[in-house]
């Protein structure tokens, strides 16, 4: 993990602003949804992409049932 430097403090809602640099570099733009993580007493935050339920993987994934599943994984289940 890398430390960027920058503090903020939580408001009395709970919430923290992310620093328009940091944004820029992530490429997180507004209403952009963001997955919250824990490890250990970290807490991480990650801009959400659509990932395959199986492997992880978001490249060529399709919608199926509500569930994002990739081709590769979709083309092992029909193996299955």
């Known amino acids: 993990m890398k ?9 009395e809602l709970g919430r923290i602003v ?3 640099e940091l944004r820029k570099t992530m490429d997180i ?10 490890e250990g007493d970290n807490i991480i935050l990650r801009k959400f992409t659509d990932a ?3 492997c ?11 569930k994002i599943i990739c081709k ?9």
């Open 3 to 11: 430390s960027t430097g920058i503090v903020r403090k939580v408001d």
């Open 18 to 20: 992310v620093p328009m």
């Open 29 to 38: 733009k507004e209403k952009d949804p963001i997955e919250i993580f824990t």
């Open 72 to 80: 590769s994984c979709l083309g092992k289940l029909k193996d299955f």
């Open 56 to 66: 992880g993987g978001n490249e060529n994934a399709v919608r199926f049932e509500g």
């Open 52 to 54: 395959c339920i199986f």
